[in-house]
């Protein structure tokens, strides 16, 4: 008996290799080889999205990580005294600077 001639566009392309007799029981062997690599494309995927939002997080995170450091050093000008004094002047008030230190003030008990 002459020996076929293995023809790619046939054999694999047309699926003509599946019904010989030694792989019609591989099926399930098949199936599970397209299994694991459906399983392994889909959790490659899942590590890129993730690694996208992380990224995306880090970026998000360094914004407004500057934002906050602006904002803070802005408010400790603001707090300054002599800040204060300006914009106490500036609004027209009637508040001085304080010309003696301050002092603490002592709870009477009257029992004692």
Not at 25 to 35: A, D, P, V
């Amino acid at each position: 008996m002459a020996k076929k001639r293995f023809d790619i566009k046939n054999n694999i392309l047309g699926g003509a290799f599946l019904t010989r007799s030694q792989m019609a029981g591989q099926w399930m062997f098949i199936l599970y080889i397209f299994l694991l690599i459906f399983f392994f494309f889909f959790l490659n995927l899942a590590v890129i999205n993730t690694q996208k939002a992380s990224s995306h997080n880090l970026k998000e995170l360094k914004n407004l990580k500057a934002d906050y450091t602006s904002k803070e050093a802005k408010l400790q000008a603001q707090s300054s005294r002599s800040e204060i004094i300006i914009r106490l002047e500036q609004s027209g008030s009637s508040l001085k600077d304080p010309t003696e230190p301050a002092f603490r003030v002592k709870k009477y008990d009257s029992e004692n």
